[in-house]
């Protein structure tokens, strides 16, 4: 288990902060031990929550052509048949993870592909799970396309929590399967949507890992 490198900068930060903070207590408040033990506490926590937010477990690149493995770890809260209209304008099964603030927020490519369009809107911060997230909301668009010329498209939604999402990835890149393609900070979700006659290998409340949990097998 690493630290991932988007949380390397703030960790370090959050750390001087803390340090600061308990340090002038103690020397401004040398008597205030019930205070004093309860802020060092509170700070012990607080940064183990945020360490634990930035955990980035090893997770193999895979070959396992047909299969599509789950983007991000989380909770699936939507498998339906919706129509996809900002690029490939047509019906699809979707997919959606649901991210919260305590999951590992790496996100994977589901398949290996190229990356055929990649575009990030700026957007609002509902809840994740809200019905209007997936186009209202800060997200990015991403379609990779397989070497059987299978197309998929993955949509990183930033949540209520979430300020920033982060990408890794442009038109043409060249992405292994469970390879990282992003990361969204404090609580997120990611769609998938998936060709119609998709095998969907999950259901509604199931608890996915990023990069090993098969979420759908194409025909």
Same mark, same amino acid.
């Given at each position: ?7 390397? /900068? &703030?960790?370090?930060?959050? +750390? +001087? ?18 205070? &004093? ?17 930035? =955990?980035? $477990? ?25 129509? *996809? ?10 997919? /959606?993870?649901?991210? /919260? #603030? ?7 490519? #589901? ?14 911060? +509902?809840?994740?799970?809200? $019905?209007?997230?997936s186009f209202e909301n800060e997200r990015t668009t991403m379609v990779l396309e397989a070497p059987n010329g299978t197309t998929l498209l993955v949509r990183q939604i930033a949540g209520a ?12 890149? $060249?992405?292994?399967?469970?390879? *990282? ?13 998936? #060709? ?15 990069? =090993?949990? $098969? ?5």
């Amino acid at each position: 288990m690493s630290i991932h490198r988007e949380g390397r /900068s &703030l960790l370090f930060w959050l +750390l +001087l902060i803390l340090a600061a903070l308990n340090y002038a207590l103690y020397y401004y408040l040398p008597g205030q031990e019930v205070l &004093l033990n309860v802020v060092l506490l509170g700070s012990v926590i607080i940064y183990l929550i945020v360490l634990q937010f930035f =955990r980035s $477990p090893f997770v193999p690149v895979r070959q396992e052509e047909g299969m599509v493995f789950a983007p991000a770890d989380g909770k699936v809260v939507v498998i339906e048949e919706t129509f *996809e209209d900002e690029f490939l304008k047509e019906k699809r099964k979707q997919i /959606s993870i649901f991210m /919260s #603030p305590i999951n590992v927020h790496v996100n994977r490519s #589901p398949i290996a592909g190229i990356v055929k369009y990649f575009k990030y809107h700026p957007g609002k911060y +509902l809840v994740a799970w809200h $019905p209007k997230s997936s186009f209202e909301n800060e997200r990015t668009t991403m379609v990779l396309e397989a070497p059987n010329g299978t197309t998929l498209l993955v949509r990183q939604i930033a949540g209520a929590l979430a300020r920033r999402i982060k990408w890794y990835v442009k038109e043409g890149t $060249p992405l292994q399967q469970c390879g *990282e393609f992003g990361f969204i900070k404090f609580g997120s979700r990611v769609d998938v949507f998936l #060709p119609l006659d998709a095998e969907i290998l999950v259901n509604i409340d199931q608890k996915t890992k990023g990069g =090993r949990t $098969p979420i759908a097998r194409l025909k």
